[in-house]
């Protein structure tokens, strides 16, 4: 069974470069354009992988991930941080909230599929 991975990024764009490059090595992807959408498509079912953008509107990456793990469902769920920001104080902010990787754009699809094989099981 394929592994189901959420991408949360306000750019519909990036989204959908992220889909194209996890569908083509197999995975099954679910989308969201912010924090809280991801909430609402976090609704239970089974999410191997969570990739967010840190800077979106209404809720932003960290806040989403601090969220992500008070839930039971999604507490060990793998999230991986995908940004411009390269900044070593967002980092680390990412890192206490739980994030796993923190890859920064423009990535290489190989880069991002890489990071992805080392965190779903």
């Known amino acids: 069974m394929a592994k189901t991975i959420l991408i949360v ?11 194209l490059t996890l569908k083509s090595a197999g995975y099954d992807v ?14 239970g079912k089974k999410v191997h ?10 809720m932003d990456g960290i806040s989403l991930l601090r969220e992500v ?3 039971p ?14 900044g070593e104080t967002r980092k680390l902010e990412g890192q206490a909230a739980g994030a796993k990787a923190w890859v920064v754009k423009p990535f290489q699809p190989q880069q991002m599929l890489s990071a992805v094989s080392k965190l779903v099981m």
Do not use: W
């Open 73 to 86: 469902n999604y507490k060990f769920t793998p999230v991986i941080m995908l940004t411009t920001e390269a």
């Open 49 to 58: 992988l969570i990739i967010s953008d840190v800077n979106m509107p209404n």
């Open 30 to 43: 679910i989308e969201a354009c912010d924090g809280k959408d991801a909430l609402v498509k976090l609704d």
């Open 69 to 71: 793990k008070k839930h």
């Open 9 to 19: 990024d306000d750019s519909a764009s990036l989204r959908q470069v992220v889909h």
